[in-house]
């Protein structure tokens, strides 16, 4: 292994650069006394002994009862995996206190005024998919009321594995196919109903995915083609934070996935989003 790769990896499992340093001399050259270590690792001896006994404390190597101690490395691998876990739940403590702000931060997103955020391109537009989906508290409804490229539906499928929660997703029957060949890796939270009238990707417009993880925001996905063929990088995604618009809209879903009705599936008139502070992401 080259010694820049392994220096990282134990930088990474929390040892500090000199620590690190000093844990890889005694690996490679067996027991040493701290004079030997501070020669080979052409640092002072104070500061190397310091070095040495925080590598002690956190269990990294061993002391000798002999005068003047001989330090050795303990096993990497033993080591390793303990540095590993301490550090899982280190971070999962860190993360389980970060989700905690989540009540926080609801009640600062709950005024009246509506928010409304455009993302460009598939790495913004998958990264904001994935925040919404993941922040999910119950079941997320998707609508894909038009045939879309099977890109989109992997993008999508990605996303909502990583939930949770349950998903309902309903789709164009000419992406059947499509659906075929990934229903193997979906899993069982994800619910999916093939039912609007089959249509051909589009020769040039935009067609709309609806991402509806709550009854108070909306991921609008847009998808362009270019003579029947997915552009990607054009791909855009439409984030709206307004409660009152984002139920009128998930209502006339629901109406029509009931009623079968393909053309109560829309997006309602843009000036019923009132107050809207548009920001491209």
Not at 46 to 56: D, G, I, K, N
Not at 135 to 142: D, K
Not at 179 to 204: K, Y
Not at 256 to 276: D, K, Q, Y
Request: proline fraction near 4%; aromatic fraction near 6%; glycine fraction near 8%.
């Amino acid at each position: 292994m080259r010694e820049e790769d392994a220096l990282a990896s134990l930088e990474t499992l929390g040892l500090t650069r000199k620590e690190s340093n000093a844990y890889l001399i005694l690996v490679r050259n067996g027991g040493s006394s701290a004079a030997e270590v501070s020669r080979l690792l052409g640092v002072q001896y104070p500061a190397v002994y310091r070095v040495l006994h925080s590598l002690q404390g956190k269990g990294w190597i061993e002391a000798s009862r002999d005068r003047p101690n001989r330090y050795r490395a303990r096993n990497p691998r033993v080591v390793a995996e303990q540095a590993r876990q301490a550090r899982a739940e280190e971070i999962g403590t860190a993360a389980q206190r970060a989700a905690d702000l989540t009540e926080e931060f609801r009640s600062r997103t709950r005024g009246t005024e509506a928010d409304l955020y455009l993302y460009k391109g598939p790495e913004s537009v998958a990264n904001k998919l994935r925040e919404v989906v993941l922040s999910a508290g119950g079941e997320i409804l998707v609508v894909c009321p038009f045939a879309v490229d099977a890109e989109v539906l992997r993008i999508l499928f990605a996303t909502l594995r990583r939930s949770p929660q349950r998903s309902r997703v309903v789709l164009n029957r000419a992406n059947q196919e499509d659906v075929a060949r990934m229903r193997g890796d979906l899993g069982d939270a994800i619910n999916l109903d093939v039912r609007f009238p089959s249509s051909h990707l589009p020769d040039t417009r935009l067609a709309h995915t609806f991402v509806f993880p709550s009854d108070r925001e909306l991921f609008i996905v847009n998808s362009f083609y270019r003579d029947g063929a997915l552009v990607l990088e054009k791909l855009q995604g439409l984030w709206i934070g307004d409660a009152d618009y984002v139920r009128l809209q998930l209502e006339a879903m629901v109406r029509g996935l009931s009623a079968g009705r393909r053309g109560a599936v829309r997006v309602l008139p843009r000036a019923r989003i009132s107050g809207v502070r548009p920001s491209v992401r």
